[in-house]
């Protein structure tokens, strides 16, 4: 597909914009399908993250205006599940540079963690596999947060701990475990 016309291009980031997040509900492979569009019509990262940070951000609206209330259940979780499937999508692709972003700062602050902490085990499920990605991005967030995915082994159901143990064993490879602060003689034993 060209994207040499600017108004063929508006107008298919536009329709992608509106598609994502109804994908992201639907379908990993229809979602990843979208994001590799959206890469295509913004080769440059920091825009392709600033674009999809806003179309996660028009997706959580929905828990936005209910913040204070009873959540809505089943829609909520959705809600939460479609920002972390988004997000999820977007640090798989993520190059190494941006661990310092400020969009995907904020997007950790404003999904990942709380759904790492959210009462749903299927949104905590979305929240570990995204914080897992965020931490292979440098070292410094792996050192930061290795005491969260430590405390999902400890508290968490079965296959949360199988979502940290293999975040925790990816970062160990990535940067090595005595860089984690993780002793061998702990890893052998």
Known sequence: MDFGDEIGRTNMSSLLREMLPVAAKASDELSAAI???LRNIYPNEDELNGVVSEVIADAREPLEETCGKVAE?????QVWRCCCTITKLLLQAASKRTHEDPILGGLLKSVVLPAVTHVNPAVREGGV???G???LLHLKPAQ???FLFVRVLQHDTSPLKMLAL????????AFGSTSLGIPDAVLRS
């Open 144 to 146: 930061d947060y290795l």
């Open 129 to 131: 596999s995204c914080l």
């Open 133 to 135: 990605l965020f931490c």
């Open 166 to 173: 293999k975040a925790l064993f990816d970062m160990a490879v």
């Open 73 to 77: 259940g089943e829609a909520e979780v």
């Open 35 to 37: 994001l590799s569009v």
